[in-house]
């Protein structure tokens, strides 16, 4: 079946950059999908971040798009998220998944921004 | 940058039927728009029900069907057992990006 998996530290500096990888098991990240990132902030709801197709091409959530940079790896199957510059708002809960039909998504992880 | 609305709250009986809406600040909601439909209950991801308005997951009750009503998309749970009660997101299409609404916190009592 197919799984997705988010890692990366879980807890980041103020200022410093979020980094996440997603990989996916079950399912080529070459085919005609589209995937991406959302997130929720402790006790709120979620907020779409971006999405970013095989070839590369990419679509941000406009208020975070001078942070965000989204990348994929097919030969790894795995595509990333940089979130730089982060402040105690970016804390929330990153989850990967599979934006076209919105079907398959990880666990999600918990990112701290704390000094 | 479209504001997506959502009821916050709504409360519906158990075997009784309720309507979720899904509104864009950019006007009507259309098929354009590709509605998507999640359950999140607490402490877990988001679970995908609908996609593109009124598609089905495998895995999605049949109590639950999507729609376009009166300019919103909408999510409709008929026969809500207690296992439904949890917040619902919708989440539109704009041209490449997409936004969530604020959720609605759904109880069934």
């Known amino acids: 079946q197919v799984q997705l998996q988010e890692s990366g530290p879980g807890l980041v500096k103020p200022s410093e950059t979020l980094s996440l990888t997603c990989t996916v098991s079950g399912y080529s990240i070459s085919s005609a999908s589209y995937w991406g990132w959302i997130r929720q902030a402790p006790g709120k709801g979620l907020e779409w971040i971006g999405s970013i197709y095989h070839s590369g091409s990419t679509y941000y959530e406009p208020s975070l798009k001078s942070r965000v940079t989204l990348s994929v790896d097919t030969s790894k199957n795995q595509f990333s998220l940089r979130l730089s510059s982060v402040t105690a708002a970016d804390t929330a809960v990153y989850f990967c998944g599979r934006i076209t039909m919105g079907d398959y998504w990880g666990q999600g992880t918990l990112v701290t921004v704390s000094s | 940058q479209a504001v997506v609305t959502q009821e916050p709250s709504l409360t519906v009986s158990p075997r009784g039927t309720v309507t979720l809406t899904c509104g864009s600040s950019t006007g009507d909601v259309t098929s354009g728009h590709y509605p998507y439909w999640f359950q999140q209950k607490p402490g877990q991801a988001p679970r995908p029900l609908i996609y593109d308005t009124n598609n089905k997951h495998s895995w999605t009750p049949a109590r639950f069907s999507g729609s376009l009503l009166g300019g919103k998309a909408a999510l409709t749970l008929s026969g809500a057992l207690p296992e439904d009660e949890a917040d619902y997101y919708c989440?539109?299409?704009?041209?490449?990006?997409?936004?969530f609404g604020g959720g609605t916190k759904l109880t069934v009592l």
């Open positions: 989440l539109l299409y704009y041209s490449g990006a997409r936004s």
